[in-house]
T-cell receptor
């Protein structure tokens, strides 16, 4: 079973920030938070990951609460092409075999 | 361009007719993996390979075979396909030390009649 809880769907107006929450209350000390997205049956795409500090890259920002029990992925200026299912995953960073456990994710619809 | 290439993208076949789905990556990654995706079940790992000649079963290996003779290639073989193997298949690769940052192929949609 996935170790994360995400809302099933969200809407966001084009050009606005999309804030996607994720609860991971049972996260352990060596587990990172990863975000992927899947655009309509295409292969999943890695977005960003973090351990405890906030992270930012060219795609998104990741805000992790101080107790690490939840996080938020932020797409600062959502476009129609950001419409996708977004998956939050927790996993150790350097384990052996690492099957990514994708839960149901959040279906983000960006609306013009 | 760094990529994972799967072929074919779409395949319709009949029960029992052996088929191979190829997967190739150009990033010199050690780790490669196959997943299947079914509605309501998410992505499930079929087989994985930590390096050349090293393969092992994932969560749903029944009915599948793999091989890893070269670092860049990781074909998925269905010796005798059955209708319950109708699914969307993804190949993924990553380097050692960053196994959770995986690069996925575009997918192969397989229908077994």
């Amino acid at each position: 079973d996935a170790k994360t809880t995400q809302p099933p769907s969200m809407d966001c107006a084009e050009g606005r920030a999309a804030n996607l929450p994720c609860n991971h209350s049972t996260i352990s000390g060596n587990e990172y938070v990863y975000w992927y997205r899947q655009i309509h049956s295409q292969g999943p795409q890695y977005i960003i990951h973090g351990l405890k500090n906030n992270e930012t890259n060219e795609m998104a920002s990741l805000i992790i609460t101080e107790d690490r029990k939840s996080s938020t992925l932020i797409l600062p200026h959502a476009t129609l092409r950001d419409t996708a299912v977004y998956y939050c995953i927790v996993s150790p960073h350097h384990s052996g075999n690492t099957p990514l456990v994708f839960g149901k994710g959040t279906r983000l619809s960006v609306i013009a | 361009e760094a990529q994972v290439t799967q072929n074919p993208r779409y395949l319709i076949t009949v029960t029992g007719k052996k088929l191979t789905v190829t997967c190739s990556q150009n990033m010199n990654h050690e780790y490669m993996s196959w997943y299947r995706q079914d509605p309501g079940l998410g992505l499930r790992q079929i087989y994985y390979s930590m390096n050349v000649e090293v393969t092992d079963k994932g969560d749903v290996p029944e009915g599948y075979k793999v091989s890893r003779k070269e670092k860049r290639n990781f074909p998925l073989i269905l010796e005798s396909p059955s209708p319950n193997q109708t699914s969307l298949y993804f190949c993924a690769s990553t380097r050692q030390g960053a196994k959770n940052i995986q690069y996925f192929g575009a997918g192969t949609r397989l229908s077994v009649l």
